[in-house]
């Protein structure tokens, strides 16, 4: 009696650890079940927020070039680089405009505080110092003013579909400049987007274009050397601030559009007495110039929050499907009217765009047709798995990680 008693004992711990162990099943496959919602919930929500964001970028950025466009068209006002000035003082609102968003999102004081005093690391861990405004941010501020002002003096000469697909060109020249500066990989893929890109541009330049412009080739050129000095910029911006978070990004476009209020004015009184830019003050399209500065301050401040909350993809279709817009704008409004040159030329610029965002993971086939065999292959296999698991390793990491950064090299534009 006694061993059947402790038998029966026995038997029913055990089923009793098995209940225990089935039960501890079941909840972790709730957990699992649990996270698996909340991720399907996040992604539908980034998702619905990157498709308003990809509708707003779009419409704020065709608006800026189109009112920036109508601006140095007007009557007797020639001032690329004032409208330019005017618009990128308008940056000193990017960080209140990320306080007033902050301190509506974040009710926990101390987040709040936190995530503010996180915004002044913008070149390590220290807040930034005067030297550092004067050194890196005023730099900065005259690369920009510089990009910006080509850009605009291009629309006065062309319309603004062939300038910003011209503009999107600039990723082959960020891509040229990475692997010199950046050491940044070789990947074919992208070699063969730089490719496209230029030849697009190269159409561009020997295009006859829309019907009506005198000075096009003046306006092509211009716009290239816009996108070859946004492609410095980001470069520039890449190598000195690293990967930023969407408050220093605002605080530093804040800091630039400082600099630029209280030094850069002195460049516009420069040219306006040597007689380099004329107009009076009667002759400024204020209406004009302010819709232009209002739209290129929503889309700067909007490609960097968009960057932050949702995928750095939705910011690329955007400036994508703002080529197409323009070109819409320019046929019924400015009665543009398309060449094939030039359509094939937009084509290229507008594949080469697209191709640039190819995943990397993408090279592999093509890497290993155009590699040469070698005497040990298992090796080279095994060389390919180890670099397949770091890149998959990466690729979990980031998407793990829970702080915003600023979006790869490719996507980031800064159009005033």
Known sequence: ???????????????????????????????????????????????????????????????????????????????????????????????????????????????????????????????????????????????????????????????????????????????????????????????????????????????????????????????????????????????????ASLGQVSLFLTLLGLSNTLLMWTVSVCLYVAEVEKFGWSDIPWQAVNLSALLSLIFNFLVNFGIAYTYPLFISIAMMIGIPLNAGVDVIFRHGTFSAIRLVAAVLVFSGFAIMLFPDSWNDPIHSILQCKTENPEGKEEEMIKLKTNRDEEEKATQGSSSPEKSPLFVTEEIA
């Not at 006002?77 to 409208?83: H, I, L, R, S």
């Not at 000193?92 to 915004?119: Q, T």
């Not at 006065?156 to 050491?183: E, G, Q, R």
């Open 1 to 243: 009696m006694g061993d059947e008693s402790a038998n029966s004992k026995i038997i029913d711990l055990c089923e009793g650890s098995e209940d225990d162990k089935s039960l501890k099943d079941k909840q972790e496959e709730f957990s699992m079940a649990d996270k698996k919602t909340e991720r399907m919930s996040e992604t539908v929500r980034k998702t619905i927020i990157g498709v308003v964001i990809v509708v707003l970028l779009a419409v704020s950025w065709v608006g800026a070039q189109q009112t920036a466009q109508t601006a140095v068209q007007w009557g007797n006002f020639e001032a690329p680089y004032f409208t330019t000035w005017y618009g990128t003082c308008w940056m000193v609102l990017c960080f209140p405009g990320y306080a007033i968003f902050v301190i509506i999102s974040e009710r926990d004081k101390a987040k709040i505080i936190h995530a503010f005093k996180e915004s002044t690391h913008i070149f390590g861990p220290q807040s930034v110092t005067m030297a550092q405004f004067f050194k890196i941010i005023w730099s900065l501020n005259a690369i920009w003013l510089a990009v910006n002002s080509l850009y605009v003096f291009g629309l006065k000469f062309i319309y603004a579909t062939d300038a910003s697909a011209i503009m999107a060109s600039n990723v082959a020249f960020v891509y040229m400049l990475s692997l010199c500066l950046l050491k940044e990989k070789l990947y074919a893929i992208r070699i063969i987007a730089s490719f496209l890109c230029i030849c697009g541009v190269v159409l561009f330049g020997y295009a006859k274009g829309f019907q009506g412009s005198e000075h096009l080739l003046q306006g092509v050129l211009m716009i290239i050397a816009s996108a070859f000095g946004a492609a410095v910029y980001k470069v520039v911006f890449k190598k000195v601030v690293g990967n």
